[in-house]
């Protein structure tokens, strides 16, 4: 029984390995592999009585890939174009 967990645990790493091996592929071979995306912000700052202040601050453009996994450091535009707002929190 432990075999054959182990061997589907690595079948799956395995799998998991080679798809990202494929997506890097791909977004190497794109032309437009890099977009910039508006990003909100907010800022909430908790007040001396406990009372959570929001604050709006300037939009700032995040940078993002094309691709189905994050590379390069940016994560994938379809995952940023659904998170348009960041909540920054402090206090």
Request: glycine letters at 8%; one cysteine or more.
């Amino acid at each position: 029984m432990k075999r054959r967990i182990s061997i589907a645990g690595a079948g799956l790493l395995a799998a998991a390995a080679t798809a990202y091996g494929i997506d890097e592929g791909v977004l190497r071979l794109r032309t437009n592999r890099i977009a910039l995306i508006k990003v909100d912000q907010v800022y909430a700052i908790t007040n001396r009585w406990n009372v959570v202040e929001y604050s709006i601050g300037k939009p700032i453009n995040t940078q993002c890939v094309n691709a189905l996994m994050p590379h390069l450091g940016s994560p994938p535009c379809w995952y940023l174009k659904t998170r348009t707002l960041k909540i920054n929190r402090g206090g």
